[in-house]
């Protein structure tokens, strides 16, 4: 195993109820001018957003709202929230949704805490030195936003997707009540589990060092996370199987399940960054599409891992060689795929892309890695396009 640090100072709330606790909680962290900052109309359909300005107008706390969060979140609403907040005198923000919102509010946050533009740490020019403090009430449970230092951004233009990781963004509180989500489309459940899957399974197949504990977490997540993503399937509302994915969506991307190994794979990530940034895609099931031609391109690099996930996440049997028992495992999860209705191939997720489309991914990803990126396999150009045409 490696050293490492772990550090997660999300204060979570979880359960029934718990938004009301909002004003309460930024009182506490020491905002007094909030910016609400949301997505579509589902926010407000369901009330949610009118109880939040009721508790916070009841607590006597001034706020600002900004909507229009969208998948794939754009800079252009950043660049609007950070003008809103200079121009409010905003010293807190409070996301409302779910991975699209509060990424989009750490962007925010990054821009007002920092001279310059907001799209250099994006770009990888420079380094954030703060971000205005964030709170988060969820409603999706997929990017794991909520407690993780991370956030990714779209720049409209040339269709730019990219990520930035910095603990300043990390929440202050987080605000998670299963009941919820329980209006979601079915679709973006199975996205969400699929995403919280993925955030376990980047830092999972690594050659970079591996601890028991960790693993059997890990482990532990995927399974808990593949059982109650076919529950919710049958049985949207039901109360326990969403608390367990929301419980698990925050774990698996909070460092926990990255602990004592090199930090992880992340290229299907990078490739699906490409997908959402150029087709704009749903990114549970954009990862979906793209798993598989990753893992089969990779997994005789990482054999034991490939094939300790075989048997201890997807229940195959231990019987045959390594290679084979690997294989079945990557089957096995397709399957899983399938089951909840998420693609495994970029025609199952309705993108026809021409052979240039995958050529400019390809060179598009590498730049955006710095050439060359990977645990389980360092992979460069070339093997991106292969992964890509594999995909097709």
Not at 232 to 247: I, Q, T
Not at 344 to 359: K, P, Q, Y
Request: hydrophobic residues 40%.
């Amino acid at each position: 195993m490696f050293d490492f640090k772990y550090y997660t100072p999300t204060k979570v709330v979880f359960g029934k109820n718990t938004e009301s606790k909002v004003a309460e909680l930024i009182k506490e962290f020491g905002g007094t001018k909030i910016l609400i900052h949301y997505g579509g109309g589902s926010v407000v359909r369901s009330g949610l957003l009118k109880r939040v300005t009721d508790t916070l107008d009841e607590a006597g706390i001034s706020y600002v709202t900004l909507g229009g969060a969208v998948p794939n979140p754009h800079l252009g609403l950043v660049y609007e929230g950070i003008e809103l907040c200079k121009k409010e005198g905003v010293d807190f923000l409070l996301a409302v949704g779910g991975g699209s919102a509060i990424d989009s509010a750490k962007a925010i946050g990054y821009g007002v805490a920092n001279e310059g533009d907001v799209w250099d740490f994006y770009d990888y020019k420079r380094q954030a030195e703060g971000c205005l403090p964030l709170g988060v009430i969820l409603t999706i449970a997929a990017t794991g936003s909520e407690m993780s230092d991370s956030s990714v951004i779209t720049k409209e233009e040339g269709l730019v997707k990219r990520g930035y990781s910095s603990d300043f963004s990390r929440a202050r509180f987080a605000i998670m009540n299963p009941e919820l989500t329980m209006t979601l489309p079915d679709y973006q459940t199975a996205c969400g589990c699929t995403d919280i899957m993925m955030h376990t399974m980047e830092r999972y197949f690594t050659n970079g060092g591996n601890m028991e504990l960790t693993d059997a977490l890990a482990e532990g997540l995927l399974r808990t996370v593949k059982k109650n993503a076919v529950i919710l399937r049958d049985d949207p509302m039901n109360y326990d199987a969403r608390a367990e994915v929301m419980w698990a969506g925050s774990l698996a991307h909070n460092g926990l399940t990255g602990c004592g190994n090199d930090g992880g794979d992340w290229m299907t990530h990078k490739l699906e960054h490409e997908l959402g940034g150029l087709y704009d895609v749903a990114h549970g099931a954009g990862l979906a599409a793209i798993w598989g031609s990753w893992a089969r391109y990779v997994y005789k690099d990482c054999l034991p891992r490939f094939k300790r996930f075989a048997i201890n996440v997807m229940d195959v049997a231990d019987e045959g060689t390594d290679e084979e028992i690997a294989l079945k495992g990557i089957e096995a999860m397709e399957d899983f795929y399938r089951s909840i209705n998420m693609p495994t191939n970029l025609r199952e997720l309705g993108v026809t892309a021409t052979e240039e489309d995958l050529v400019t991914m390809a060179h598009k990803c590498a730049v955006g890695v710095g050439g060359e990126m990977g645990s389980a396999k360092v992979l460069n150009e070339e093997a991106m396009l292969a992964i890509y045409r594999a995909s097709m």
